[in-house]
């Protein structure tokens, strides 16, 4: 729990300042985007290990945890991650990613800006 709140806290503080925001604040530092790792081959094993109706319930939790309104995939990810920390504990960010990724390709999330780069990048639910 202590976990979530710290990666929380810096996610709220660090996602929720526009480039703008960051550039008056700090004018000799330029944030430069990266691109999430992709899952090593431990965490790949891990992952191969889940079932259908465990990437179901990932998948049925990330979009409970959407909402009609725009938010940065990083907070997503780490609500979700949280809500499932009971069931899914050893599973990485970048599966959730990849998850998030199919739901856009699955036209049951919209997404703003490049996904692989979750600091700048949004997420919202689809009109229905």
């Known amino acids: 729990m202590k976990y979530f ?13 526009t480039d703008n925001e960051t550039q008056r604040n700090h004018p000799m530092t330029k ?18 290990k889940l079932n259908l109706e465990d990437i179901a319930k990932i998948d ?20 979700t991650m949280s809500t499932l920390k009971q069931s899914y504990s050893d599973i ?6 990849d998850r998030i990724i199919k739901l856009v390709d ?10 692989k780069l979750l600091r700048f990048s949004e ?6």
Do not use: W
């Open 5 to 17: 709140f710290i990666l929380l806290t810096f996610l709220l503080v660090n996602c929720s300042k």
């Open 60 to 79: 049925s939790e990330l979009l409970i945890n959407s909402t009609k309104y725009r938010q940065k995939t990083a907070m997503l990810i780490a609500y």
């Open 31 to 48: 944030e430069t985007p990266t691109e999430m790792a992709p899952l090593t081959a431990e965490e790949q094993n891990i992952v191969n």
């Open 92 to 97: 990485p960010a970048a599966f959730y990613l």
């Open 106 to 115: 699955d036209k049951k999330l919209q997404a703003y800006g490049n996904l």
């Open 123 to 128: 997420v919202k639910l689809t009109k229905k």
